[in-house]
Each structure stands twice: as C-alpha cells, then as structure tokens.
C-alpha cells in the first residue's frame, strides 16, 4: 500500500508529524508549508491532484483549508486536545503558577466543534474544574491572533498564553510568557490509523463492481415493413461498435443480454469518475443526442458480479420510471441516485425501514415516500406543491396530489397555504410534510 500524503500546515509541526509518522511505511509524505490562503493558492492549487489524502497539522490549517474549498480528497487534522494540550498545560501552571482564568487560547473553542477541539471538555477530562476566561475562536488570521493575546497582557487580564499560532517567537519576543502546541505522537498515530482505515475502505469501494444494464430500445417502433432483418442487424452492428468502444473506455467488457440491451461490466471507481461522482451520465463516442434520448440504464454497484447486476436491473426499472433515455445508479446499500445529470436529481433509499409505519397507514409504498423525503432534503424545506413533487418525481400532478392529499387525510401533512397560479385555474394548496414528527 501506497498512499502519497499531502501534509499541510507550520514547518515546525510538520516535522513533529514527519517523525511519527516514519513509522508508517504506508504513507509516502510531502510536506507544504501553508500559513495562509494565498500558500494554498501558490503551493497546492497546482499539484493538488497528485494525492490521495492530505493531512493538517492543527485545526487552524484545517480551517483554512476547508475555507479555501479547493480539495476534494479526504482531509484530516492532528487534533490539538488530550495529550497535546495537558502537557502545555502542565508546563504553564508548573513554570508560571497560574490559574486557567489567567491563561489565553487561541486554537480552541469553548465547546466542542467538527474541526476545532473544545477547551472545556479537554480540562473537564483532565479532572480540572475551573473554566478559561480567554478564548479566541473567531478568526485565525496572525495579525489579530497576535493583538489579541498582546492586549489582553498590557491589561493585566493574563500571565500566559497557549498557542497553536506559529506565531510564538513573536509573542515573547514582546514579552509574553508564551507557549507553542505541537502534535502529540499519541494524536498523530490515532489519525494515521484513520487515515489508513479510510483508505483502505475507498480502495474496497473503488475496486466493487459496476454493471451498466443498457437498453437501447433499438427495435422501439420498428416492423419488417419500414427495416428488413438485414437492416435491423447493421443497425445493432452499429450500435454493439460503439458500445465496444464506450466499455474499453471504462476498461470494462461488453455483453448482449437480449434484443437492444447489453450490460457492461467494470470497477466502481472508474465508473464513478466519469460520471464526476455519479452526478452526470457519461457521454459515449459516436451516440448523438437523439440515440442518447433512446437509451436507458441502470448502474448497479455491488460487492459480487450477481449483487452488481441485481442492482443495476432494479435501476434499470427507476430509470425506465422517470422516462427513456434516464440514467440511475443503485448503489449497495440500496439507495438509489438518479436521473444523472437532470435538475431533479435526488438520492433515496427504497429498503428504509423509518417509513414502514407511515406506509403501513397509507397506501403509499416505502419508495415513493423515500423519494418525497429525498425531494424535500434537495429543497432544504419541509414545505412544497404538487406542481414541485410532480417536477422532481417525474410524475403527473394528478398522481402528486394523490400522493399529498392521502398523507394530509392520515395526519402526515397540513396544508399551510395557498399559491394563486398566474393563468386561470384553481388555487394550489401549499402542504408540510410531518415525517419528523411522526417518524
């Protein structure tokens, strides 16, 4: 195992973290110095894609990165509480006998976050009771990290200062009893474990197979008296070429299934790349936009050849509901993303076992409910019309009212408005879907 590491952040944590982790082979580590957003722009925007994972040396690196929002790889950060923490502590109340009320922090938050480590909790685990007064969590530019704990000093509100900041020598440099956090080896040897499970679990998904159930609808329409059988078998000639040549494309191999469909079999990553991460359908050499209106597939992601190709027939069968020439992937655990590449796309699971209540009282199958429940995370409201379910379920609006009307009837949703549409016709009822409240 192989894994090119980009390491991010300070010289001086980065060689801390360069030790510990020499006594990982797997990892194969570049060290980028980045104190800012602009390093970031000059140092890693063009090599960005050479790696497979990166790492930052604290949460202020990682902030910066996940602002910046220019990396895509899986990121991690040496966390700066535990060990990290206690052993600075330990050196400012043994050499500067302080209180915590008199000590400033500046890589921390009171409580806990996603990225940035609560200092309470950290002290709270440590067995010391006394809450910090002084924390600065706002932003991490140095210039105002820097003024920050300097006037805090000239006040007299503090006799020492915790920094994750490589900003240290300047602050003594002014006369404050400063001291620098570095990476503990006990919290880097827990990331690098994380980092390799998480490899190891992309290489696993990576390399599942892909079956793409294809079907053409070549014969769609077509009789003995407008093609002679000849002309048909040029025609599934034809198509059976380009196909040949879309599969090699993603390394994969081709096989007729029936009359006008075909199934492609290949690797999960390569199939995820080329549609960017399952949002698009993949474009195929020498199918113009009219054939692609004729196709239909089914994506099916699976651990084994028989689970892959389970999955992509029941795709196959979404794609066919939201209309020919849709695209659809099942993945392994059920859930279903399609059709790629349309404005309605969303992402539902057919095997939800929260919505069985609500299914069981309604006539409403466990699918059609996940996909409403799926149409109202892409809007971001628990609010919406029939003519907006009809757009993202690819349904008619006489079907979306049914769905609405039955799950208002059985105390599933109210109705909280009424939209006057421009042209004539009745007013349409506005509902709010009550799943959290009842599932």
Known sequence: MNIKLGLLGPHDSMQVIQTALAKYPEFHCTPIECLTEQDLD???????????????????????????????????????????????????????????????????????????????????????????????????????????????????????????????????????????????????????SQMLRTFEMLYFKNTQIAIQMIDTELHDGLTSETLSSDDLTKMEIGYTDKLLTYAKKVHGSLKSVG????????????????????QTAPEIQGIDQQGRKGMTCGIGIGQTAYEAEINATN??????????????????D???????????????????????????ATSLGVSTLQKLKSVLRKLSSEVISSQELAQYMQITQRSARRILTELEEKGFAEIVAEEKPYMRGRPRKVYKILFEQKV
């Open 42 to 192: 000059s140092r890693v925007l063009p090599i960005k894609e050479e790696f497979d994972m990166w790492l930052c040396s604290g949460p202020i690196t990682y902030l910066i990165v996940s602002q910046w929002g220019e990396i895509h790889a899986p990121t991690f950060c040496v966390p700066y509480n535990g060990s990290s923490l206690y052993k600075t502590l330990l050196q400012v109340i043994y050499e500067q006998k302080v209180e915590i009320a008199q000590i400033s922090f500046d890589s921390y938050k009171e409580v806990e976050s996603e990225a940035v480590p609560g200092v309470v909790e950290a002290l709270l685990e440590a067995g010391i009771t006394d809450k910090p007064r002084y924390i600065m969590n706002e932003t991490y530019e140095m210039d105002e990290v820097t003024r920050y704990h300097t006037d805090l000093w000239k006040k007299g509100l503090i006799k020492a200062t915790i920094t994750a900041h490589p900003i240290d020598t300047e602050l003594r440099q002014l006369g404050l009893p400063t001291y620098r956090i570095l990476p503990a080896t006990m919290a880097i040897a827990a990331v690098a």
């Open 259 to 278: 009359r006008g469909r075909y199934a492609i079999f290949t690797t999960r990553g390569l199939l995820q790349e080329i549609t960017h991460d399952f």
């Open 315 to 332: 795709a196959l069968l979404h794609a066919k509901k939201s209309g020919t020439g849709s695209w659809v992937v099942c993945f392994d």
């Open 334 to 360: 059920k859930k279903i993303a399609g059709p790629l590449g349309k404005p309605e796309q969303i992402t539902y699971s057919y095997a939800s076992e929260e919505l069985h209540a609500i299914s069981k």
